[in-house]
């Protein structure tokens, strides 16, 4: 059973730092792609970053690139975003999910995710 678990949200002020962390577990990080998501009030959920680990490829979403990055620690099967340079826009709920690759173009499509964490709170503050 895949089981993945966020942590790490809080309520920062602009131009702040938060690190996201999700602890996963029932999967091979080298046959999943383990993604980021966000959904803040209001909005549809939407694709943040995802790490494809069997080609050593991270995926970014253009509204986060330059001030986020994904990580991971296989032996801690653990994935880490780093958010750098917040705005208030970031303000959302931050959710991890995990499936086969889907298709390149999708991977950062939310129905492409059977699995996914309970989400952690994100609040930037202006």
């Known amino acids: 059973e895949v089981q993945l678990e966020e942590s790490g949200g809080g309520l920062v002020q602009a131009g702040g730092s938060l690190r996201l962390s999700c602890a996963a577990s029932?999967?091979?990080?080298?046959?999943?792609?383990i993604a980021w998501f966000r959904q803040a009030p209001g909005k549809e959920r939407e694709g943040v970053s995802c790490l494809i680990s069997s080609d050593g490829l991270t995926h970014y979403a253009d509204s986060v690139k330059g001030r986020f990055t994904m990580s991971s620690d296989i032996a801690k099967n653990t994935v880490y975003l780093q958010l750098n340079s917040l705005k208030p826009e970031d303000t959302a709920v931050y959710y991890c999910a995990a499936d086969l690759p889907p298709p390149t173009l999708a991977l950062l499509v939310p129905k492409w995710y059977d699995d996914w964490g309970q989400g952690t709170q994100v609040t930037v503050s202006s």
């Open positions: 029932g999967f091979s990080f080298d046959d999943y792609a």
